[in-house]
């Protein structure tokens, strides 16, 4: 692979690289999906023994059996009469452009082992009814790390680090803009560029600084099962529990804290023993760290 990256690597300069990087910057703020596509192409292929290829640092995480992952939806009021499918992805009929997902397109957004990240992504704010899941994995799922990592245990020369640095750079910057056409370059760069088999993707959150985010796709669910779920509040940046909730094949709703015999308790405490046993079950495996994936021309 080391010898891929080299050849592919060698045929241009660390100026060029930038000055390429320096023109799609400066003339990509409103683009469509395949213009993005095509641009994104020009700056971060290169070519080799008749193919093109980009390579740029990231990495590979497992995520062990029974690990945890959190999920937030937004609700206008409190809600007591929950279907399953209030659990798992939205209808594709209200899904628009997101981070990773195209318009229409069913996949599921998560944070692994704590809740705030996705209540900060979720826009929730002082006092807003949420509702948070608690998903555990009943096999590994493997997810491919964008914008994280870095570390690579290979042999390639000090001019090839430095100009897979700025490509690195460049994929997580804009990966995670902002303004503009944000989404639809974030989603070309997982879509496109990232295109691995794995479960889905992993990458640094914009709006809890810290965290992370995953995107699984909708074949991941098979991995995936409800732990427990609670109706929420925010309040003073605290998470205000409401309500526990029990799914199986009945939703079971107790808000019975005061009780000698709480479900609620119960349910929320088993979650934060699940939770701290779980958190742990990570394996983060550092030599995709330069991944190559060719593209057509």
């Known amino acids: 692979m080391n010898d891929i990256i080299e050849a592919a690597l060698s045929t241009i300069s660390n100026q060029e690289l930038k000055d390429r990087i320096s023109k799609f910057e400066s003339s990509s703020s409103d683009l469509e999906y395949e213009d993005a596509l095509e641009l994104l192409k020009s700056v971060i292929l290169f070519e080799i023994f008749g193919f093109k290829v980009s390579a740029f640092k990231s990495e590979k995480r497992e995520y062990k059996e029974g690990s945890i992952f959190y999920r937030v939806r937004k609700l206008k009021r409190e809600m007591l009469n929950l279907k399953h499918s209030d659990f798992w992805e939205a209808p594709k009929e209200v899904i628009e452009r997101g981070r990773i997902n195209r318009p229409m397109e069913q996949l599921l957004y998560m944070s692994p082992n704590e809740p705030y990240t996705p209540i900060s992504e979720t826009h929730i ?3 807003d009814p949420f509702l948070l899941i608690a998903y555990k994995t009943t096999c590994p799922l493997s997810v491919f790390g964008i914008g994280v990592g870095g ?38 760069i997982a879509q496109e560029i990232c295109r691995y088999d794995y479960d889905g993707w992993l990458y640094p959150s914009v709006a809890n600084e810290g965290g992370e985010n995953l995107c699984l796709k909708l074949t991941a669910k098979e991995s995936l099962e409800i732990q427990s779920a609670y109706l929420c509040e925010l309040v003073d940046e ?7 909730i029990q799914v199986s094949d009945d939703i079971q709703i107790y808000d019975d804290w005061e009780g000698n015999d709480s479900s609620a308790h119960k349910i929320l405490d088993n979650l934060m023993s699940f939770n701290k046993d779980g958190s742990s079950e990570i394996e983060t495996i550092d ?8 593209l057509p021309f």
């Open 125 to 127: 704010g002082q006092n």
């Open 151 to 188: 570390s690579f245990d290979g042999e390639c020369t000090q001019e090839t680090e430095k100009k897979l640095d700025i490509i690195s750079d460049f994929v997580k910057r804009n990966l995670l803009k902002s303004s503009g056409s944000a989404y639809i370059l974030s989603n070309v």
């Open 238 to 244: 605290k998470i205000k529990v409401t309500h526990a």
């Open 287 to 294: 030599d995709v760290g330069y991944p190559v994936n060719v």
